[in-house]
């Protein structure tokens, strides 16, 4: 089975403040790692993904995260928060070693950048 | 089209009617997904396509929900008899074949069964 945890509701920074919001996973094989982001009333937009290689991943938007596979994380980063990056954001999981194609979501996190 | 197109946008059902909605995937995306969103959740996923054929269906909820895409492009998910708690932002998505491909989301149809 696959899980993703997102264990925290909301996050909260001051616009130019850097911000993480946090992601842990569970997968019997290795994980291929997702973040997405929804607006109000949107879809759900791909921010970046993890599939092998540098532990790093730079995405849309000037988002970036780190896989770390010891700590079973996938943490989404941002060195200055705007105002504008107030949303919901969305981890996703799927793993490698089973056959189907579906991700599985976290509950998500709502984060709120102020002014 | 450029995205993933869903009509309609809202639909507001009277319990007991059957709704269909419609996904047009991305030009040339062989795999094709539905998920259920229920307010202040997380997407769930319903159901696969690659092509026309349906490899997974493990997530729909019951047997009132179907979902099908005959000529492996456009495709319907069909729910009987509405209930209140089918009442959800159903999001299509799809991408190439393959899993480490991304999958790129609809902007969704929001049920609210009355």
């Known amino acids: 089975a696959q899980s993703v945890a997102q264990p925290e509701d909301q996050v909260n920074v001051a616009e130019g403040n850097p911000l993480t919001v946090k992601c842990t996973y569970s997968?019997?094989?290795?994980?291929?790692l997702f973040w997405y982001v929804q607006y109000p009333n949107r879809g759900l937009q791909f921010l970046l993904k993890y599939i092998t290689g540098d532990n790093l991943v730079k995405g849309s938007y000037g988002f970036e995260a780190e896989f770390n596979k010891s700590q079973t994380s996938f943490h989404l980063k941002k060195p200055s928060a705007l105002v504008s990056d107030s949303a919901l954001y969305f981890c996703?999981?799927?793993?490698?070693?089973?056959?189907?194609?579906?991700?599985?979501f976290g509950k998500g996190t709502s984060l709120l950048v102020t002014p | 089209g450029a995205g993933v197109s869903q009509s309609p946008r809202y639909k507001v059902a009277k319990r007991g009617q059957d709704v269909a909605l419609r996904c047009d995937p991305i030009s040339g995306h062989v795999s094709l997904f539905w998920y259920q969103q229920a307010l202040g959740q997380g997407p769930e996923f319903l159901t696969y396509f690659q092509n026309e054929a349906q490899l997974d269906k493990s997530g729909l909820p019951s047997d009132r929900f179907f979902a099908e895409r005959p000529e492996g492009s456009v495709s319907t998910l069909k729910i009987q008899r509405t209930q209140q708690e089918d009442s959800a932002v159903y999001l299509c998505?799809?991408?190439?074949?393959?899993?480490?491909?991304?999958?790129?989301f609809g902007e969704g149809s929001w049920l609210t069964v009355v």
């Open positions: 996703a999981v799927r793993d490698m070693s089973n056959s189907g194609y579906a991700l599985n």
């Open positions: 997968v019997s094989g290795n994980p291929y």
């Open positions: 998505a799809s991408s190439h074949r393959g899993s480490g491909n991304t999958i790129y």
